[in-house]
T-cell receptor, first 110, second 114 residues
Framework: QQKVQQSPESLIVPEGGMASLNCTFS?????YFWWYRQHSGEGPKALM???SNGDKKEGRFTAHLNKASLYVSLHIKDSQPSDSALYFC??????????WGSGTKLIIKP | NAGVIQTPRHKVTGKGQEATLWCEPI?????VFWYRQTIVQGLEFLTY????????DSGMPKERFSAQMPNQSHSTLKIQSTQPQDSAVYLC????????????FGPGTRLTVL
């Protein structure tokens, strides 16, 4: 069964700095990957998806996927206080369902 | 488009009482998901419907929890004989389909069982 693990559990980054969030998965047949963000008091909201090896950039956010290494990451450039949130990695399994990681709590320190 | 609507936003019940949580998915979305979120367990999948039919309830506690989708505009999650360990935020999400489709979440219902 697919296992999705995120690290670190929490991360403090100074405002304007780079935040790097990591996610590993166990099923080599995984094809589709999502990053979601959840602000306090709200439901998670999709940030971006990736399905090809390499980098995908959307504004200040860059996702990186390496299927051979069972690894996907999210990098946030020029971090803002509004980026403080809980970030989830989610992997589409063979039943086309999302398997969620446990989340990384990101705090941007002004 | 109001997004996914969940009511109530907060619910407090006494131990042993019943709680019913409501979800209105985004119009046109065929898949509806229910999750439970706690600090300790994180985000847990409970169940999902596709075109109103229950597809997978593997995450639902076998006793006391039930979910229904009587029509395409709403789904309910019912918890009978609530226990303190049921205290959590219950999230509903909808999507156009499975897997590669984005899930849109509601704001959640915070259930507190005293």
């Amino acid at each position: 069964q697919q296992k999705v693990q995120q690290s670190p559990e929490s991360l403090i980054v100074p405002e304007g700095g780079m935040a790097s969030l990591n996610c590993t998965f166990s099923d080599r047949n995984s094809q589709y990957f999502w990053w979601y963000r959840q602000h306090s008091g709200e439901g998670p909201k999709a940030l971006m998806s990736i399905f090809s090896n390499g980098d995908k950039k959307e504004g200040r956010f860059t996702a990186h996927l390496n299927k051979a290494s069972l690894y996907v990451s999210l990098h946030i450039k020029d971090s803002q206080p509004s980026d403080s949130a809980l970030y989830f990695c989610a992997v589409v399994d063979s039943n086309y369902q999302l398997i969620w990681g446990s989340g990384t709590k990101l705090i941007i320190k002004p | 488009n109001a997004g996914v609507i969940q009511t109530p936003r907060h619910k407090v019940t006494g131990k042993g009482q019943e709680a019913t949580l409501w979800c209105e998915p985004i119009s046109g979305h065929s898949a509806v998901f229910w999750y439970r979120q706690t600090i300790v367990q994180g985000l847990e999948f409970l169940t999902y419907f596709r075109n109103q039919a229950p597809i997978d309830d593997s995450g639902m506690p076998k006793e006391r929890f039930s979910a229904q989708m009587p029509n395409q505009s709403h789904s309910t999650l019912k918890i009978q004989s609530t226990q303190p360990q049921d205290s959590a935020v219950y999230l509903c999400a909808s999507s156009l389909g499975l897997g590669g489709n984005e899930q849109y979440f509601g704001p959640g219902t915070r259930l507190t069982v005293l």
